[in-house]
C-alpha cells in the first residue's frame, strides 16, 4: 500500500517514545516562537504531524506547544502553509479540553474554515457547532463583491449540517439554497484568467480567455459543471464544483421529508403526463420556494453530467472524474425523487437508458449500484420491475470484479441494506449466494462482519445445505480464485495474486477436462440446488494452501458457519436437521487442508452437532447406521476428537427409549460394542508418529458413554465394570511422558472411580445417567424435597468414599 521508504518513516514516527517527543515539542516551540516563520518550522511541523497520526494512539503535547499551535493557526500574518499544519495537527489531538481557539473576530474565509475543522473536531460539549455555524452564515450571508471568497466555508457548512442539522434557522437555509441555485446554475463559461507575476509581457495584449470545454476537448454549449474543462477557472466556477459536492447533503438537511404541500401527489401524476413532461421546464422558475427551485436546477445539473458522461475523455483524470460524478449523480436524482414524485417520470426514462448503455461498460460498473438503488427505492412507486436490473448486478459484477475491494465492499452493504426492498427479489438475492461468497472469499478480513449480518437473509430451506458446503469450501474458493486469475489474461499491470508462489504443477493439472467440471461448479454463478465431491479439487488446489489470502479466509470461516447455524436453527424442520448432521459427520473429514483451519471448524461442527441433537433428539436413532460408521474408524482421532467427543456424547444422551420409542435393546448393545471396540483400541495403542495420543477428553466422554448404556441395558454392566476396572488402575495406563499426561491420566482414572461406583447401584445409575425429561423444569432443581437433591447428594457420598480409597 505504502511504497519502502513510507513504510520506514512510519515505522521511525510510531517508534517513538514520550520522552524524544517532548523533547521535539521543545524545538517546536522554539521555532514556532521566533518573529520569521521559515523552512525549519515547516519541516518540524510536518514531523510532528507525522508523528500525531502515525498511530492510533493518542499523543500527548505539551500545553506550551498547543498554545503556541493555536496562536500560530490564529495569526493572520502566518504563512498559509503553517496555518494548514498547526490546524491538522490540532486536529488529530481532538478532543482536547484546553483549547482557546475561537472563530468570533476570524475575517479570512480560508483560516475561518481551518480554525473551525479544529473545534468541530471536539465534538459539541460547549455548544462550538452552533456558534461555528452563526459564524459562517454571517459571512455567507454578505453578498460584498469585493468581500471574502465563501468557497472555503461551504465544506465547513456541510459538515456543520452533519453534526447538528437543526442548529440552521429556517431563513438560513432558505438563502443558502438560494445561493446554491446560483452557483449550481449560473457560473461563467468563460475560463479565468491567468494570474500573472508582472513584467515586461504582462500587456493588455496578452491572449484573452477562451470557453470552458467539454472533457473531450469541444466547446460547451451549456452550462457549466463540475465536468467542465479549462486552463483556469474562475472564483464562481470553483463555488460550482464545491455546491456539488455538498449538494446531496445539504438536500437532505433541507428537506428530509419531501415536499409537505397537500397536492403533492396530484403533481406526481400530472408530471406523468405528456403534457407536463412538455412544460415542465416552464413551470420551475423564480416564483418556485427557494428549497423546490434548489431540486429543479439540481435535477437539470445532474441530467448535464449524465449527458456529459457519454463524451470520451481525452486525459485519464478526467475519466476518473466521469465516473465518480456519474455515481453522485444517480445519487442526488435518487434524493430529488424521494422528496419529491414529480421528478420521478421525467428521471426513469434518463436511467433506464443509461442502464443499457452502462452494462457494455465494465470501467463503470460502480455506477450500476446507485442506479440499482434508484430502482429498488421508486420501482414500486413507478410500477418498474427492477428484476433485471438486480438480476445482472448479482450475476456479472461479483463474478467479473470480485477482485475490486472498493466494489466487493460497496456491493456487499447495497445487499445487506436493502433487504427490506428486495420484496419479491429476494430470492434473486438468495440464488446468487455463489457469486456473493466470491466477494467473501477474496476480502474475507474486511467484509466477514458483513456477511455475518447478511447470511440469514441468504439461507432457507432450500438453499441451507448448498451454503454450508459453500462456506466449508470457501478457503478452497479463494484458491479457485486465485487460479482463476493466473489462467486469465492479465487485468492490470501489477498482479493481482500472490507471484511469489509458484504452482506450476496446478496450472497443468486445471486444464484436464475432469477437473474443469468441478471447478466450473465451484465457481458457479447461482445456486445449483446440488452438490459436488469436493476430495479432487481439494488435492488439485493444495500447492495454494499456504497462500496468505487463502490463510485469512480460512480464519473467517468459524465465525460464517456460527452465523449460519444460528440462523438456520431458527426454521430447520426434522428432515432438514437430518440433512445437516449427516453432512457434518461427512465434511469432518473432508476439508482444505489450510494451516490451523480444521480445530477451530471442528469446534464449531461438534458444538452445532450437539445443538441439531437437542433440537431433533431422534437424529441418534434415525442416523444409526451413520454414526456407527463414524465411531468405527479411529483414522485421524486426533484431527477430528472434538467431533468424535461430540458424536459419542450425544449417543450417550439421546440413544434411550425415553427420548425415542423405536430405540431397541440391540440397537444399544451395537452401539456399545462399536464403542467398546473404539475405546480399546484409543486406549491400548501405545502413542507413535502415525497414531497420536487420545485426547483425555474422548477417553472421558466414551468411558461416560458406555456406562449410560449399560445403565439401560443391564446386561452389558459387567462387561463395563470389568473394562473400568482395568481403567482405574494405573499399571494398566500408558506410561505418562510430562506433567500434563499424568494429569490427563489421573483425569480418567478418576472419572472411571466414579462410573464404576455409579454401576455398583444400577437403579441409581439409570436415574442419574438417564434422567426423565421431567428433571429439566425448575422445580427439581429448587425443591429440596424432591427425588433429585436427595439422589444427587447420596450419589455424592459414595463417590466420595469410593475416591478416597484410591491408591496414591
Not at 459543471?225 to 438536500?251: C, I, K, P
Not at 445519487?331 to 443499457?356: E, G, N
Not at 482463476?484 to 493481482?496: D, F, G, I, K, V
Not at 427420548?659 to 471396540?677: K, P, Y
Request: charged residues 20%; neutral net charge.
Amino acid at each position: 500500500m505504502f511504497t519502502a521508504g513510507a513504510e520506514s518513516l512510519l515505522h521511525q514516527a510510531r517508534d517513538i517514545r514520550d520522552e524524544e517527543l517532548k523533547k521535539f515539542c521543545s524545538r517546536v516551540v522554539n521555532l514556532l516562537q521566533k518573529d520569521e516563520l521559515g523552512p525549519d518550522a515547516v519541516d518540524a511541523l510536518q514531523r510532528l504531524f507525522l508523528i500525531v497520526s502515525a498511530t492510533k494512539y493518542k499523543r500527548k503535547l505539551e500545553d506550551t506547544c498547543v498554545h503556541l499551535l493555536q496562536a500560530t493557526l490564529c495569526s493572520p500574518k502566518c504563512p498559509e502553509q503553517l496555518q494548514l499544519l498547526c490546524a491538522s495537527i490540532l486536529r488529530e489531538m481532538s478532543p482536547r479540553d484546553n483549547l482557546s481557539l475561537s472563530c468570533d473576530h476570524i475575517q479570512s474565509t480560508r483560516q475561518l474554515s481551518l480554525v473551525a475543522s479544529v473545534l468541530l473536531a471536539q465534538g459539541d460539549p460547549k455548544g462550538e457547532v452552533r456558534s461555528v455555524g452563526q459564524r459562517v452564515f454571517r459571512i455567507l450571508e454578505s453578498r460584498q463583491p469585493e468581500g471574502p471568497s465563501p468557497r472555503h466555508l461551504l465544506p465547513v457548512v456541510s459538515k456543520i449540517t452533519h453534526l447538528a442539522p437543526h442548529t440552521l434557522h429556517e431563513d438560513q437555509t432558505n438563502q443558502l439554497s438560494k445561493r446554491l441555485v446560483d452557483w449550481l446554475r449560473y457560473a461563467s463559461v468563460q475560463q479565468g484568467v491567468a494570474h500573472t507575476s508582472g513584467g515586461f509581457f504582462s500587456t493588455p495584449r496578452a491572449r484573452q480567455p477562451g470557453p470552458v470545454t467539454e472533457v473531450d476537448g469541444a466547446v460547451a454549449t451549456d452550462f457549466f459543471t463540475v465536468l467542465s474543462t479549462g486552463q483556469h477557472f474562475t472564483e464562481d466556477q470553483w463555488l460550482n464544483v464545491q455546491a456539488f459536492s455538498m449538494l446531496r447533503a445539504w438536500l437532505l438537511h433541507s428537506d428530509p421529508e419531501g415536499p409537505s404541500t397537500p397536492d403533492a401527489d396530484d403533481r406526481s401524476e400530472l408530471e406523468g403526463s405528456t403534457l407536463s413532461v412538455l412544460s415542465a421546464g416552464s413551470t420551475a422558475g423564480h416564483l418556485l420556494p427557494p428549497r423546490e427551485r434548489l431540486r429543479e436546477k439540481a435535477f437539470e445539473y445532474c441530467q448535464r453530467l449524465v449527458e456529459q458522461s457519454t463524451r470520451r475523455a481525452l486525459r485519464k483524470g478526467d475519466s476518473d472524474l466521469q465516473k465518480a460524478c456519474l455515481v453522485e449523480a444517480v445519487l442526488v436524482l435518487d434524493v430529488i425523487c424521494r422528496q419529491d414524485p414529480s421528478f420521478l417520470y421525467r428521471t426513469l426514462s434518463c436511467l433506464k437508458a443509461l442502464h443499457a448503455r452502462l452494462c457494455g461498460d465494465p470501467a463503470r460498473v460502480r455506477t450500476l449500484l446507485p442506479i440499482a438503488q434508484f430502482f429498488l427505492n421508486h420501482g414500486e412507486t413507478a410500477a418498474v420491475d427492477s428484476e433485471a436490473i438486480l438480476r445482472h448486478l448479482l450475476t456479472r459484477t461479483p463474478s467479473e470484479f470480485f477482485h475490486s475491494p472498493m466494489l466487493a465492499f460497496e456491493l456487499t452493504c447495497f445487499c445487506r441494506d436493502n433487504l427490506p426492498l428486495f420484496g419479491r427479489n429476494l430470492d434473486i438475492l438468495k440464488r446468487s449466494f455463489p457469486n456473493l461468497f466470491k466477494l467473501l472469499a477474496w476480502n474475507s478480513p474486511p467484509l466477514t462482519a458483513e456477511f455475518v449480518a447478511l447470511l440469514p437473509s441468504l439461507v432457507d430451506a432450500d438453499t441451507a445445505v448448498e451454503v454450508l458446503h459453500a462456506l466449508l469450501d470457501l478457503p478452497c474458493l479463494t484458491a479457485a480464485l486465485d487460479l482463476q486469475l493466473r489462467l486469465s489474461p492479465a487485468t492490470s499491470e501489477r498482479p493481482l495474486w500472490d507471484p511469489s508462489l509458484k504452482i506450476p504443477s496446478c496450472l497443468e493439472a486445471s486444464r484436464d477436462p475432469q477437473f474443469q467440471g468441478l471447478l466450473q461448479y465451484l465457481l458457479r454463478a447461482t445456486a445449483s440446488g446440488t452438490t459436488e465431491r469436493s476430495g479432487p479439487l481439494h488435492r488439485l488446489l493444495q500447492p495454494l494452501a499456504s497462500c496468505a489470502r487463502v490463510v485469512q479466509c480460512a480464519q473467517a470461516v468459524p465465525t460464517l458457519l456460527e452465523a449460519f447455524f444460528s440462523a438456520v436453527t431458527q426454521f430447520a424442520d426434522g428432515a432438514l436437521t437430518k440433512q445437516l448432521a449427516l453432512l457434518l459427520l461427512e465434511r469432518s473429514d473432508s476439508l482444505f487442508q489450510v494451516p490451523q483451519y480444521e480445530a477451530p471448524v471442528h469446534r464449531v461442527l461438534s458444538s452445532r452437532f450437539l445443538a441439531l441433537c437437542a433440537l431433533h433428539p431422534s437424529l441418534v436413532v434415525e442416523l444409526a447406521k451413520e454414526l456407527l460408521e463414524f465411531v468405527g474408524s479411529v483414522s485421524g482421532i486426533q484431527g477430528r476428537g472434538a467431533m468424535l467427543a461430540s458424536v459419542v456424547w450425544a449417543i450417550g444422551e439421546y440413544l434411550s427409549v425415553s427420548w425415542d420409542r423405536r430405540c431397541t435393546v440391540e440397537q444399544i448393545n451395537r452401539f456399545f460394542e462399536a464403542l467398546e471396540a473404539v475405546l480399546f483400541e484409543v486406549t491400548q495403542s501405545r502413542p507413535s508418529a502415525a497414531l497420536p495420543r487420545c485426547p483425555p477428553q474422548v477417553v472421558t466422554v466414551l468411558m461416560t458413554t458406555l456406562t449410560k448404556l449399560a445403565s439401560r441395558s443391564q446386561d452389558l454392566i459387567p462387561r463395563v465394570s470389568l473394562f473400568l476396572s482395568k481403567m482405574r488402575t494405573p499399571a494398566q495406563s500408558p506410561a505418562p511422558s510430562s506433567t500434563s499426561c499424568e494429569e490427563d491420566a489421573g483425569a480418567v482414572r478418576t472419572r472411571a472411580a466414579e462410573l464404576l461406583t455409579l454401576l455398583k447401584m444400577p437403579s441409581v445409575a439409570q436415574f442419574v445417567l438417564t434422567p426423565s425429561t421431567e428433571v429439566s423444569e425448575p422445580r427439581y432443581h429448587r425443591d429440596a424435597n424432591t427425588a433429585l437433591p436427595l439422589a444427587l447428594r447420596t450419589v455424592s457420598r459414595l463417590v466420595e468414599k469410593e475416591t478416597g480409597l484410591l491408591p496414591g
